[in-house]
C-alpha cells in the first residue's frame, strides 16, 4: 500500500491549485498525499470564508476513508478568519470527522513562528484589507506583532496562483525591514516554496510560507523528517528532532 510510512489527508479549497502541488514536492519515500477539496471560497468574502467551516466537515468524512494519519486543513485566510478560538474548534470538529488529529494552516503558521520565538514579523499576502486586518488580529492574539505586511491585494482566490515566484521574491525583499525576526508568506495558493531559501540565504533571516509550515506541522505531527533540502530551514529543522 502506498503510505505505508504516512498517509496525510488535504483538504484544500476547490479552487487551490498550488498546494497539493507544493506538498508533493515534500513527500519522502513511504509517505503518500490524498487530497479532498473543499467548496466555494474563489472571492475570499467574509461569507465563503466562513461557508468553507462546513464544507470542510464533507471534505473530512471523504478523507477519513483512507484512514489518515494526520488531516490538514489548507486554508490560510480559511482558518484565521473567524480568529483563534474558531480555529480551534474547526481543528477539534474535523478530528472527529476525520479520526485524525487536524492542523490548519493558519494554527501551523502560529506554531511554525513561536517555534522560532518570533515575537515580530513581516508578512506578504494576495489579501484584501479585511482579511489582512483579520491576519494582524489573529498575531496578535498569539503574541506575535506584526511589522509591515505588503499585499498583491486580489480578491479572486484562483488568481492567487497566478502570481509568479519571482514576483513573490520581489515583494518579500521589498517588505523585509530589519527589526523583524522573520517574514511569513501567507496564502497556500501563492508559490512560494520554490524561493523559501534563495530568500533565506538573500536575507539572512527565517522565512515561511502558509504551505511549508502546514507541511512542517503535518510531518512533525507523525514522526517524521523528510530531509528536505530545498524547502526553507523550518523543514530541515526536523531533522535535529
Not at 61 to 72: K, L, S
Not at 167 to 181: L, M, N, Q, R, W
Request: net charge negative.
Amino acid at each position: 500500500m502506498y503510505g505505508w510510512r504516512g498517509r496525510i489527508g488535504l483538504l484544500v479549497p476547490s479552487i487551490n491549485t498550488t498546494m497539493e502541488t507544493e506538498f508533493w514536492r515534500t513527500v519522502p519515500e513511504g509517505v503518500s498525499v490524498h487530497v479532498a477539496r473543499i467548496a466555494g471560497g474563489r472571492h475570499g468574502t467574509p461569507d465563503e470564508l466562513r461557508s468553507m467551516e462546513n464544507a470542510s466537515k464533507h471534505a473530512a468524512a471523504e478523507i477519513a476513508m483512507i484512514e489518515p494519519d494526520v488531516v490538514v486543513y489548507g486554508c490560510t485566510s480559511g482558518s484565521f478568519f473567524e480568529g483563534p478560538a474558531w480555529n480551534k474548534r474547526i481543528c477539534e470538529e474535523l478530528t472527529e470527522i476525520a479520526g485524525a488529529p487536524t492542523v490548519t494552516t493558519a494554527g501551523a503558521m502560529v506554531a511554525a513562528l513561536q517555534s522560532g520565538g518570533h515575537k515580530k514579523v513581516d508578512i506578504v499576502t494576495p489579501y484584501v484589507d479585511l482579511t489582512n486586518s483579520r491576519l494582524k488580529a489573529f498575531l496578535q492574539e498569539h503574541g506575535i506583532q506584526v511589522g509591515k505586511l505588503a499585499t498583491f491585494d486580489m480578491l479572486d482566490m484562483f488568481d492567487h496562483a497566478k502570481i509568479l515566484p519571482e514576483e513573490i521574491y520581489k515583494k518579500v525583499k521589498e517588505t523585509v525591514t530589519p527589526d523583524s525576526g522573520a517574514v511569513f508568506i501567507s496564502c497556500t495558493q501563492l508559490r512560494a516554496l520554490e524561493v523559501i531559501d534563495m530568500l533565506e540565504r538573500d536575507l539572512g533571516k527565517p522565512v515561511y510560507s502558509a504551505v511549508q509550515a502546514s507541511a512542517w506541522q503535518a510531518y512533525d505531527l507523525m514522526h517524521i523528517d523528510p530531509q528536505i533540502a530545498d524547502g526553507g530551514g523550518l523543514l530541515r529543522s526536523l531533522s535535529s528532532r
